[in-house]
């Protein structure tokens, strides 16, 4: 079964700082890789997603991800983060025949003056 | 604004009780997905309905139960409610049945059981 570890559940970082969150999956398949943002009461917005192609991939708000194979993770990354990045952030995956998505635990960003 | 309405945004009720949550997808949509998300569990995939057919199950209890009308609103009926129950549940909707397709997430309703 799929399974997604998000490796940190809580990265403070002050304000212009560069920040990445982990995130490794175990699935033996082609996958399907997002991240995925929530900030305070509010649902998820999909930041980017992996599904086939070029490993690094570029999404909203300054967000980037790359998806290496053979360590089995899609690390999410940020050069300059901003106090309004704080949010808490999901790593999901799904299997490419699947029709459902597994996410992490999830990761609080917090952003710091 | 993600085009995904839920109602009611608060519930609380007692336990034994009997819910019902609803969705709006965006406009277009023709999918509907239902996650729970709870301290404890976090964010899991309950059901999936695609243009009123139910398409793919998660770790949804036999006390719940859900439903897409001709509209394609969404239900979804919790019963016989037990204070582990208490959790913020979100709808999505996307375009098609397809996984690799984003899913659109309301803002959620989050249940209360006294």
């Known amino acids: 079964a799929q399974s997604v570890t998000q490796l940190d559940s809580q990265v403070p970082v002050f304000e212009e700082a560069p920040v990445e969150l982990r995130c490794n999956y175990s699935s033996s398949v082609s996958v399907y890789l997002f991240w995925y943002v929530q900030y305070p009461n509010q649902g998820l917005q999909l930041l980017l997603k992996y599904l086939s192609g070029s490993t690094l991939v570029k999404g909203i708000n300054g967000f980037e991800a790359e998806f290496n194979k053979s360590q089995t993770s899609f690390h999410l990354r940020k050069p300059s983060v901003h106090i309004s990045d704080t949010a808490e952030y999901f790593c999901a995956v799904s299997d490419a025949g699947a029709q459902k998505l597994v996410f992490g635990q999830g990761t609080r960003l917090t952003i710091n003056p | 604004d993600s085009g995904v309405t839920q109602t009611p945004k608060h519930l609380i009720t007692a336990t034994g009780q009997r819910v019902t949550l609803r969705c709006s997808p965006r406009s277009g949509d023709l999918s509907v997905y239902w996650y729970q998300q709870s301290l404890d569990q976090g964010l899991q995939f309950l059901i999936q309905y695609y243009n009123g057919e139910e398409r793919a199950k998660g770790n949804i209890l036999e006390r719940f139960s859900a439903q897409q009308f001709p509209d394609l609103h969404s239900e979804l009926n919790l019963s016989s409610l037990e204070l582990g129950d208490s959790a913020l549940y979100f709808c999505?909707?996307?375009?098609?049945?397809?996984?690799?397709?984003?899913?659109?997430f309301g803002d959620g309703t989050r249940l209360s059981i006294l």
């Open positions: 999505a909707s996307s375009a098609t049945d397809r996984v690799n397709q984003p899913q659109h």
